[in-house]
């Protein structure tokens, strides 16, 4: 077997194993097969399936005890901002507690990211924020506005010049990535939140942190107060549909 085989499986390994467990396919406290059932099951090796439970280890998600073998870890032992754990939460469909989660933080990031990106910014990374914002302007569709949109947040985080925080939001960008595309096709018009935008950029053009900051905020509760309409919308549908 070639070595990026080996990887390759390792990897598949990692990827099915760690959406069973996030999905809640595998619950917390369950213990997996055998190490030789569970290679066998999967097509692996036990080598690359130990590689792989060493990651999942790392990740939160398991852990081996003596004389009991290796079991799903309870959630708030995951590491919740993994890329990998990010992404497997995302592609299994979040939960409503998740999205609201998700927005609190942004609550706590991004109104200080646009003010310190008014105080801070240079003119090459106004040039960025100005270039998203006219991609979002251009969009033809709602994924194409998703990507834009999230551009747009990249570049005004990039403008803060924090590092720390530059590198959350790439911890970040998946779940956000997924949370731009659902509040796009919730809304009837996916460039609705257009002037929130505008709003935030001329405050970083002109240096305005605060009003920036206000800016920011009202976008963020905008986009959350559509995505709760998108709920009651679903809510009283599956209701009427249970009553036919």
């Known amino acids: 077997m070639k070595a990026t085989d080996a990887r390759n499986l390792h990897g598949h390994v990692v990827r099915e194993v760690?959406?069973?467990?996030?999905?809640?396919?595998?619950?917390?406290?369950?213990?997996?097969?055998?190490?030789?059932?569970?290679?066998e099951s999967m097509s692996v090796s036990r080598t690359a399936l130990r590689e792989a439970l060493k990651?999942?280890?790392?990740?939160?998600?398991?852990?081996?005890?003596?004389?009991?073998?290796?079991?799903?870890?309870?959630?708030?032992?995951?590491?919740?901002?993994?890329?990998?754990?990010?992404?497997w939460?995302?592609?299994?469909?979040?939960?409503?507690?998740?999205?609201?989660?998700?927005?609190?933080?942004r609550e706590i990031i991004e109104p200080a990211a646009a003010a310190a990106a008014a105080r801070k910014r240079t003119a090459?990374?106004?040039?960025?924020?100005?270039?998203?914002?006219h991609?979002?302007?251009?969009?033809?569709?709602?994924?194409?506005?998703?990507?834009?949109?999230?551009?747009?947040?990249?570049?005004?985080?990039?403008?803060?010049?924090?590092?720390l925080m530059i590198s959350l939001f790439s911890v970040v960008e998946s779940a956000l990535g997924m949370f731009f595309v659902l509040s796009a096709q919730?809304?009837?018009?996916?460039?609705?939140?257009l002037p929130h935008h505008q709003k935030v950029l001329d405050a970083v053009r002109r240096q305005q942190?605060?009003?920036?900051?206000?800016?920011?905020?009202?976008?963020?509760?905008d986009s959350q107060a559509n995505l709760h309409k998108?709920?009651?919308?679903?809510v009283k549908k599956s209701a009427e549909t249970r009553q036919k």
């Open 18 to 39: 760690g959406k069973r467990i996030v999905t809640g396919e595998l619950k917390p406290g369950e213990v997996l097969p055998r190490e030789e059932a569970l290679a």
């Open 55 to 87: 990651v999942l280890t790392a990740k939160g998600l398991i852990e081996a005890r003596p004389k009991i073998g290796t079991r799903v870890r309870p959630m708030e032992f995951w590491n919740q901002l993994d890329a990998d754990v990010l992404s």
């Open 89 to 105: 939460r995302c592609a299994s469909m979040p939960t409503d507690d998740f999205i609201d989660k998700l927005v609190e933080m």
């Open 124 to 133: 090459a990374q106004l040039a960025k924020i100005d270039t998203a914002y």
């Open 135 to 163: 991609q979002m302007e251009a969009s033809r569709t709602s994924d194409e506005w998703a990507v834009a949109d999230l551009n747009f947040h990249d570049a005004v985080l990039q403008a803060t010049g924090n590092e």
């Open 186 to 193: 919730t809304a009837g018009d996916f460039k609705y939140s």
């Open 209 to 221: 942190p605060e009003v920036a900051r206000k800016a920011m905020q009202a976008m963020i509760a």
């Open 230 to 234: 998108r709920r009651k919308v679903a």
